[in-house]
């Protein structure tokens, strides 16, 4: 099936530092949602994007539904080592009933 | 808060064998989801369901069936094991009010299949 394309696939970043990371895709998509999974665990949902061009904001994360409807971007301001994990994007197409998924950005912080 | 329980956190199984995996969701959502979950791949769904009975097949269905007799559970089942099928299965729901897409996950059964 349709896979969205996240990247990076990986960062290494120092504590402090701010983070982004995207999804894009050929398609046009109606939703996008974007997921936290700490190691051994299921995927939390962090913020839900509905909107071309919304911008939403959870504490130190923020996320925006981009105006072409083919992407969308997280940004985590001054991360700390419990922002470790891996971050995926997911979205519903135009003209889907289900969600895809990217691949997944892994986050490793250096404190 | 949502809860989403699958009965099993690890699951050591043999090639061959009929495996049952269950999820039970509380929140009384109308929508659950199997998916499994492999390194650079993602998450890629199995199965679906909008209602009690109900089941949609997935991209990814074959080797699998699934069973929804009540609301809250959704099992996977895999009819006969394959050491291809080793790999990290979520269960997730959604309501039609809170958000269809807004997809609530458990905590992940790994499965290996020796």
């Known amino acids: 099936g349709q896979q969205l394309n996240q990247s990076p696939q990986s960062m290494f970043i120092q504590e402090g530092e701010d983070v982004s990371m995207n999804c894009t895709s050929s398609s046009i998509f109606n939703t996008w949602l974007w997921y936290k999974q700490d190691p051994g665990e299921g995927p939390v949902l962090l913020i839900a994007?509905?909107?071309?061009?919304e911008l939403t904001s959870n504490g130190r994360l923020t996320a925006q539904f981009g105006i072409t409807r083919k992407d969308s971007f997280l940004n985590i301001s001054a991360s700390i080592p419990s922002d470790v994990g891996i971050y995926f994007c997911a979205g519903r197409m135009e003209y889907g009933n289900k969600l895809v998924f990217g691949a997944g950005t892994i986050l490793r912080v250096k404190s | 808060d949502v809860k989403v329980t699958q009965s099993s956190r690890y699951l050591v199984k043999r090639t061959g064998e009929k495996v049952f995996l269950e999820c039970v969701q509380d929140?009384?959502?109308?929508?659950m989801f199997w998916y499994r979950q492999d390194p650079g791949l993602g998450l890629r769904l199995i199965y679906f369901?909008?209602?009690?009975?109900?089941?949609e097949k997935g991209d990814i269905p074959e080797g699998y069936s699934v069973s929804r007799e009540k609301k809250e559970r959704f099992s996977l089942i895999l009819e006969s094991a394959s050491t291809n099928q080793t790999s990290m299965y979520l269960c997730?729901?959604?309501?039609?009010?809170?958000?269809?897409?807004?997809?609530?996950f458990g905590p992940g059964t790994r499965l290996t299949v020796t």
């Open positions: 929140m009384d959502h109308e929508n």
């Open positions: 994007l509905y909107k071309a061009g």
């Open positions: 369901s909008y209602d009690v009975k109900m089941k």
């Open positions: 997730a729901s959604s309501s039609v009010a809170g958000g269809i897409y807004e997809q609530y």
